[in-house]
């Protein structure tokens, strides 16, 4: 080596080495590290209730959850004491309509028609916060009712902390047959815009990937509404349109959710391959056992279903046939941050506390293909956990008695 290459070198290694000194950008904070300490922990599953149960939380994620003498928490860790109180995975919304507010304030018809999507948005702003603070940490959005794409957009707001909200799964607009969805009521010459998307035969690739492609995470269609003469509810979409709706979601790794309340849209849904059927009050015990055999979840909305006899007596057939049972309410039909009532109707019509508690916890993440980031307590699953004063499992009513909330590390309701 010459003395000229030598100075190369020498310069070059120089170089390198101030290179490697400048700051690559903002130091990162190290991670929040929290200790909670309940009266009890409720972990998702289990049906007997971890009594003096501490949970270890660092950054996003649960580091460990055991009893004081196994848990050995870091000097750094700010310890929050719960006396009283039970903690429990957050709680899992499996159908909520954000962007609609309750019938009893606006008609459906109404909220479609005259309200602005700005006035829409602003609206479930709110509505976020409410759900979040009730102690609900992630929701299924079902459908924005006319109100476009604005769920993709309420979902950036909050992944990016512009504001408070749940985690959101979004299905944007939903699939109507032609002629079957509303509003309704108008002269026929009229064309009034829908409340969701319709599509047919063919076209329903398209809409489907159109619908993917602008931020759904679940296709949700309508297996069968009340339409045309008579008033009654019948079935939409063919088997073979369901089916071309399942496998073009299928075919990129999304699940469809199909709206369905009679026994015909049921089993068409259930045949087609959705993951979830909505609603299914008019469900038999042959039908249930369908869906049992093919695996689908049914997500029986009874705060939204009211409370008749017929109603209890499908979702008792339901229990009865094994189907697995998500929680899901319809909220936005009635208010958002009500959303406890849906566990509620299930302790009202049969259901043990502790399993409407699965229902809405671990039942729910793993319906959503989420149950290894969420629904049950236990290390590396993501910090969402609250604390109700209480005890759910004895009294479901507690969960109205929200004295925590944390979403993925970050507090959201102080106790
Ligand atoms: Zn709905």
């Known amino acids: 080596m010459n003395t000229r290459c030598l100075w190369f070198v020498l310069i070059c290694c ?10 690559t950008g903002p130091q990162q904070e190290p991670a ?38 196994d848990v050995k928490a870091p000097a750094e860790a700010k310890v929050i004491e719960m006396p009283g109180t039970t903690l429990l995975p957050g709680l899992i919304e499996g159908h909520s309509h954000v962007l609609l507010h309750p019938y009893s304030e606006t008609s459906w018809n109404d909220q479609n028609a005259l309200e602005a999507l700005s006035l829409r948005v602003a609206r479930a702003t709110n509505h976020l916060r409410s759900t979040l603070m009730a102690g609900f940490t992630t929701i299924r959005d079902l459908g924005t009712e006319g109100a476009g794409y604005a769920d993709v957009g309420l979902k950036q707001a909050v992944e990016q902390s512009i504001i408070p909200g749940p985690r959101m799964l979004v299905v944007t607009r ?13 002269a026929p010459e009229w ?39 008579g008033g009654i509810a019948a ?20 699940a469809v959710a199909a709206h369905a309340s009679t026994p015909e849209g049921m089993r068409r849904a259930t045949l087609a391959g959705v993951e979830t059927i909505e609603h299914g009050n008019g469900g038999t015990p042959e039908v249930f056992r369908l869906m049992k055999e093919h695996g689908v979840a049914l997500c029986p909305t009874l705060s939204a279903g009211g409370n008749s006899e017929a109603k ?14 998500a929680s899901g309410s319809d909220v936005g ?16 019509f049969g259901m043990a506390p502790v399993d409407a508690l699965r229902s809405a916890t671990s039942i729910d993440a ?15 699953l993501l910090a969402d956990l609250i604390a109700v004063e209480g005890d759910p499992t004895q009294n479901i009513t507690a969960l109205r008695r929200v004295r925590f909330v944390m979403k993925g590390g970050t507090v959201f309701k102080q106790f």
């Open 235 to 254: 079935p939409t979409f063919s088997l073979e349109e369901l089916k071309l709706i399942v496998d073009t979601a299928k075919s990129s790794g999304r």
């Open 191 to 229: 064309r009034v815009p829908q409340g969701a998307e319709e599509a047919d035969g063919e076209n329903l690739i398209r809409v489907v990937r159109d619908q993917i492609g602008k931020g759904a995470d679940w296709i949700k269609v309508y297996a069968d509404y009340v339409w045309g003469p």
């Open 366 to 380: 793993r319906v959503l293909h989420m149950e290894n980031q969420l629904g049950r307590i236990g290390p590396g």
């Open 312 to 325: 209890r007596a499908s979702f008792r057939a339901a229990l009865d046939a094994g189907v697995t049972v």
């Open 333 to 348: 039909v009635f208010a958002h941050g009500d959303n406890a009532r849906e566990l509620e109707a299930m302790v009202n």
């Open 32 to 69: 929040a590290v929290y200790l909670l300490k309940p009266t009890r922990v409720f972990d998702g599953e289990s049906a007997s209730l971890h009594q003096g149960w501490v949970v270890l939380v660092r950054g996003e994620r649960i580091q460990a959850a055991g009893t004081a003498a």
């Open 174 to 186: 939903a699939i109507v047959a032609t002629g079957s969805y509303g509003p309704k009521g108008f």
């Open 14 to 23: 120089a170089a390198v080495s101030v290179w490697a000194q400048i700051p």
